[in-house]
C-alpha cells in the first residue's frame, strides 16, 4: 500500500490493477474520493448512499466498493495548508489506485490557481473527456424531442488552448513574441495584446479518435463524427479532422466507411455491421444538434469545441444537473461532476446529485459492474417519472414533490 501522510488507505480493500491494458478488479476495490467543494459534500453523501446500495443489492452483499477520501479543492487547504489546492499525494493516490470519482472543484476566475479539473487531466495525462449526454423520460426540457438527442462525446483533454500556453497583454513575454510573430511571419498582431498559443498534435488526435472508435465498436454505436473548424483553422483544426480519418482508415480499415466512401462506393447505404466515420464543422453541429440530433451518436472533438459542446447538449437533456463525465487515460480514469459548486446552496442538501450519479454509472460500467450501474440508472428513471425531484426539477414540473439532496438519493435507493 501507498504510504501518505493524510490519506488513510482502507484496510479491507485491495488494489485495482492493470494488467496487458485491462483492469483486473477485486470484489473489495479501493476507489479513491474527492467530495468536492460548495455542494460537494452534500452530493457526495447522497451519492455514496445510492452505489454502496445498488452494490449491495446487484452482487449479494458479495462485492462492495472500499472508498478512500483523497483531498483537492478548499478541503485540500484545510488539511494540508495555505497553497496546497491540490496536494502531490492525491495526485500520486489517483495514480496507484487507477480509479477515482469527485464532486465539484473551485476555481477562482482571472489569478491565482489555476483549473484544478484541467489540472487533474494534464499531470496524469488524462487525454479523452468522455460525455454521455440522453434524455430520462419526466425531466424538465427546453426542447420539443430531446429523447432524439443520445450522444457520447469524446473530447480531447490536453492539447488546443487549454493546454496553458498563454501571455498576459502587456508583459515582456507576450511583447517579445508578438515582435517575434510580426517581423519572422510578417503577421500584424496589435501591441498590447494577449497572446495564446493552439498547440494540436497528430499524437493527441490519433489516440482520442482511437478510443472514440473502440467506445462505438464495443457499444454497438453506428456513427463516429469529427467536429472542427478545420475551414478557418486548417492547421490545427482541420489538421485533428485530416488525422482523424486517417487514424480511421490505418487501424480500423475493415470495420468503419467514410462519409466519402458511404456515397462513393455504396450508393448511400451502409454496409452491415461498420460503422460511418463523418465530420461537421463546429458551428453547423451546434445547429445540428438541434435540428437533426438523432442523426449522431459518438462525437470526437478537440478540447474547446468539446467544452462547448458537451454543454449545450447537455441543455437540451435537462441540464448538467444530470451530465456525467469522465476523464481517462490507458490506465487511470476519474469521474466527476461536470457542474460548478454552486457556493450559495452549500450545506443546504438542495441541489441535484445526478451528474455524480450518473458518472458513478459509467464508473461501475468501467470497472466492469454492470449491473449495478443498470440498477442505478434504472431506478434514478423510476424516481424522476414518479416526479420526487430536487428543487431543480420541481419548479418545471407540474405536481413534482420537492425533496432534498439526501431524499432524493433514500428515494432512488428504494425504487431499486
Request: net charge positive; charged share 25%.
Amino acid at each position: 500500500m501507498g504510504k501518505f501522510k493524510k490519506i488513510t488507505v482502507p484496510s479491507d480493500g485491495e488494489k485495482i490493477t492493470v494488467v496487458n491494458g485491462k483492469l483486473k478488479v477485486p470484489d473489495n476495490p479501493v476507489i479513491a474520493f474527492i467530495e468536492g467543494d460548495g455542494t460537494g459534500p452534500d452530493i457526495w453523501n447522497a451519492s455514496k448512499l445510492v452505489f454502496d446500495e445498488a452494490v449491495k443489492k446487484a452482487y449479494n452483499g458479495k462485492k462492495k466498493i472500499a472508498w478512500m477520501e483523497i483531498y483537492a479543492g478548499e478541503k485540500a487547504l484545510s488539511v494540508y495548508g495555505k497553497n496546497k489546492w491540490l496536494p502531490e499525494e492525491t495526485v500520486d493516490a489517483i495514480r496507484e489506485y487507477t480509479v477515482a470519482i469527485k464532486g465539484p472543484l473551485t476555481t477562482p476566475i482571472g489569478g491565482g490557481i489555476r483549473s484544478l479539473n484541467v489540472t487533474l487531466r494534464q499531470v496524469l495525462d488524462l487525454f479523452a473527456c468522455v460525455r454521455p449526454v440522453k434524455y430520462y423520460s419526466g425531466v424538465p426540457s427546453p426542447m420539443k424531442a430531446p429523447q432524439k438527442l443520445n450522444i457520447v462525446l469524446y473530447r480531447e483533454n490536453t492539447e488546443d488552448v487549454y493546454s496553458g500556453i498563454e501571455f498576459k497583454s502587456g508583459t515582456d513575454e507576450a511583447e517579445k513574441l508578438i515582435k517575434y510573430i510580426n517581423k519572422n511571419f510578417n503577421k500584424n498582431i496589435r501591441i498590447p495584446s494577449g497572446v495564446g498559443i493552439k498547440p494540436m498534435s497528430e499524437f493527441g488526435t490519433a489516440r482520442l479518435v482511437k478510443k472514440a472508435i473502440e467506445y462505438a465498436l464495443s457499444h454497438n454505436r453506428k456513427s463516429v463524427t469529427l467536429v472542427h473548424k478545420g475551414n478557418i483553422m486548417k492547421f490545427t483544426e482541420g489538421a485533428f479532422r485530416d488525422w482523424g480519418y486517417k487514424l480511421a482508415k490505418a487501424e480500423f480499415r475493415d470495420k468503419i466507411v467514410t462519409e466519402d466512401e458511404l456515397w462513393s462506393e455504396h450508393n448511400g447505404k451502409m454496409p452491415e455491421g461498420k460503422i460511418l466515420i463523418k465530420d461537421r464543422i463546429a458551428d453547423s453541429m451546434f445547429q445540428q444538434l438541434l435540428l437533426r440530433p438523432d442523426e449522431y451518436d459518438v462525437v470526437a472533438t478537440p478540447n474547446l469545441n468539446g467544452d462547448y459542446l458537451s454543454d449545450a447538449a447537455a441543455a437540451q437533456v435537462g441540464g448538467l444537473g444530470m451530465a456525467p463525465g469522465a476523464n481517462i487515460s490507458y490506465s487511470t480514469a476519474i469521474f466527476e461532476a461536470t457542474h460548478g459548486t454552486a457556493p450559495k446552496y452549500a450545506g443546504l442538501d438542495k441541489v441535484n446529485p445526478g451528474s455524480v450519479i450518473l458518472s458513478g454509472v459509467m464508473m461501475l460500467e468501467y470497472i466492469g459492474w454492470k449491473k449495478a450501474g443498470r440498477l442505478i440508472e434504472k431506478a434514478l428513471k423510476k424516481t424522476i417519472k414518479l416526479k420526487v425531484v430536487t428543487y431543480d426539477f420541481a419548479r418545471q414540473m407540474k405536481g413534482a414533490t420537492e425533496v432534498k439532496t439526501s431524499e432524493f438519493a433514500k428515494a432512488i435507493v428504494s425504487n431499486m
